[in-house]
């Protein structure tokens, strides 16, 4: 082991307690959010994020009874609206100091499935502080971004289905696909993930049947008890929900919660590799048809990680949700915080040299920094800088696909814990 690698094995056994480590991140959550009330009032560049302003409009309209789509840009779900409904009487910073919590509870979270899959408490501590002390993570939930939210919704069902709690599982996946449709896409792996386990006799005479065959046993696999469990109480959950919120808001919900971000074609600069030729073709008949075709890589590599990492469901949903997330339609930094919350749990099966994943880190936020610049020329000083945008997020799809690449191929299947069973 080289110098580089001790100083990582270093790192991650710290002597530092957890509830020093949790907070140190807490305070330095809360010096951020008021930094922002003072940047806000001083600088031209705000530091809050524009969406939370249609959050607390949107909150202010449920406390008076009233629809939160009055709010025009408004695409949540309402219940986004009524958790921050008490910031009304409580003041402004109320949505933030809930989206902080909810960061620290992400935290709290990787460190208990850490723990669970194995691994010592000085060990997971070290692993915890990357999202802890992730300095992207702390910006995003202090500007007030909900997708703090959504993240450590995704970690409890995961946190979950590891502690065979499978019906508690599905009613916070259930929720968590409501508060924002992409986890939707984690079905598969989790159906995978709860199957049990065929037997060596099984698994050799399944080559050498047809496909027909083959599909017909998998589908009657597929009927397993806690299948069917985890999919019927997901599926209640989800659909209560949407049913509820319907009747009280009508076609206005589904139409902003879901049909919008389906259909969504942002013409906008952001990461997206697509986001250029959407742009161009904003107002040709084929607008549509480009924008749903968009999904199809999407579609054909998630199906495909699913049945090769379902195994460990944890990695699978890592490379689900990075998958989904550099192949999107509309790609912004805050979208990167739905696969770092899970990156801390993929480390330590990944065993990838320490200089090696310096340099891949540096790429990423090169690659991040190389966009940024024609992006602010574009909106500050309004010169037409689109093609070095899409270039850049050209090369940033690059970047991203060899840091999966490399994930990988640096992965070892070596479970920490005895895997679980289901049956």
Not at 98 to 110: I, K, M
């Amino acid at each position: 082991m080289g110098p580089a690698e001790r100083g990582g094995e270093r790192l991650l056994s710290l002597r530092v307690p957890p509830a020093a480590l949790f907070g140190a991140g807490f305070l330095a959550r809360v010096a951020l959010v008021f930094y922002g009330v003072l940047q806000d009032r001083s600088l031209r560049v705000r530091y809050t994020d524009l969406d939370y302003q249609v959050f607390t409009d949107a909150a202010r309209l449920v406390a008076e009874g009233r629809s939160p789509y009055l709010r025009a840009t408004y695409r949540y779900t309402p219940l986004l609206g009524w958790l921050l409904a008490p910031g009304v009487c409580l003041g402004e910073l109320f949505g933030k100091f809930l989206f902080v919590s909810c960061d620290l509870l992400a935290a709290f979270l990787v460190y208990r499935l850490l723990l669970l899959r194995g691994l010592g408490a000085r060990r997971a501590c070290g692993y915890c502080a990357f999202w802890l002390l992730n300095p992207l993570p702390m910006a995003v939930s202090s500007r007030g971004s909900a997708d703090s939210v959504v993240a450590s919704l995704v970690l409890m069902a995961l946190y979950l289905v590891e502690k065979r709690r499978v019906a508690c599982a599905a009613a916070v996946y259930g929720l968590a696909v409501h508060m924002k449709i992409y986890p939707v896409t984690y079905i598969l792996p989790i159906a995978l993930h709860l199957l049990p386990e065929r037997d060596g006799d099984e698994s050799q005479r399944q080559p050498q049947a047809s496909w027909q065959a083959r599909c017909y046993a998998f589908l009657k696999r597929l009927c397993h008890r806690a299948v069917l469990l985890f999919v019927a109480v997901a599926g209640l959950t989800f659909f209560a929900l949407s049913c509820g919120f319907y009747y009280k808001y009508g076609w206005e919900f589904l139409e902003h919660t879901y049909l919008y971000h389906l259909t969504r074609r942002d013409i906008r600069h952001n990461f997206s590799p697509y986001f250029y030729m959407l742009y161009l073709t904003a107002e040709s008949k084929w607008s549509f048809s480009l924008g749903i075709a968009a999904f199809l890589p999407q579609i054909i590599l998630l199906a495909a990680v699913s049945f090769a990492y379902s195994r460990d469901l944890v990695f699978c949903c890592f490379l689900h949700t990075s998958i989904f997330v550099t192949f999107n339609k509309v790609c912004t930094s805050q979208y990167f915080l739905w696969y770092l919350c899970l990156l801390p749990l993929v480390m330590p099966l990944v065993r990838m040299p320490w200089k090696r994943a310096l340099v891949l880190l540096m790429l990423w936020f090169i690659g991040q920094a190389l966009w940024l610049g024609p992006a602010y020329v574009l909106e500050f000083q309004g010169k037409n800088t689109f093609l070095l945008i899409w270039l850049a997020g050209l090369l940033f799809l690059l970047i991203n696909c060899s840091i999966l690449i490399q994930i990988i191929s640096h992965y070892k299947e070596e479970p920490l814990i005895e895997r679980l069973k289901y049956d």
